[in-house]
């Protein structure tokens, strides 16, 4: 999203993502096997926490990649955490067998690196922005590029900036 803050807002609710999330894992149920999970930080914790235990996968492994320097604006990739190569061992060549989890794709940055790592590996996201979109190969809910989502981890009753920012 550029500095221009956009007028679309989509909000979504802890139970409208967890259904979100169930949905994801009912589409992936049919996909697979996948061997384990390699979810995109930080938002894909959730989403794969809850994607692994409806599909009963173990073994879930990070790919900590920092790409919004503040809530708002996207900036330079930076891969702060690769994936560990034990990961990788037990799936097959390029990432076979594995599952890739967001909870967004928006402009397909992050999920263009990502692949990069992991080129035979399934990508899923719960939300997709149509130039991310051709990056994944499951989605839920598409959204326009000119909206921002607001996920239940980044709200109260109205948006909460992280706790590093000074705010009590």
Not at 1 to 29: G, I
Not at 33 to 41: A, D, K, L, R, Y
Not at 94 to 115: E, F, N, P, S
Request: net charge negative; glycine share 8%.
């Amino acid at each position: 999203m550029s500095d221009d803050r956009q007028n679309k807002a989509f909000p979504v609710s802890w139970d409208q993502f967890h259904r979100d999330a169930r949905a994801l894992a009912w589409r992936l149920a049919g996909a697979g096997p996948f061997e384990g999970i390699v979810c995109i930080t930080r938002g894909g914790l959730v989403p794969a926490a809850i994607v692994a235990r409806e599909l009963g996968l173990r073994m879930i492994e990070t790919v900590c990649i920092a790409s919004y320097h503040d809530y708002t604006k996207q900036g330079e990739m930076q891969v702060l955490k690769p994936i560990a190569e034990v990961v990788t061992s037990v799936a097959g060549e390029g990432g076979k067998g594995l599952l890739v989890i967001d909870d967004l794709v928006d402009t397909g940055k992050t999920a263009r690196l990502v692949r990069d790592m992991l080129p035979s590996a399934h990508f899923a996201t719960v939300y997709a922005k149509p130039l991310g979109r051709p990056l994944i190969d499951t989605f839920i809910t598409e959204v326009s590029q000119d909206t921002w989502i607001y996920f239940p981890w980044d709200m109260g009753l109205s948006f909460q900036p992280p706790i590093r920012d000074g705010v009590a």
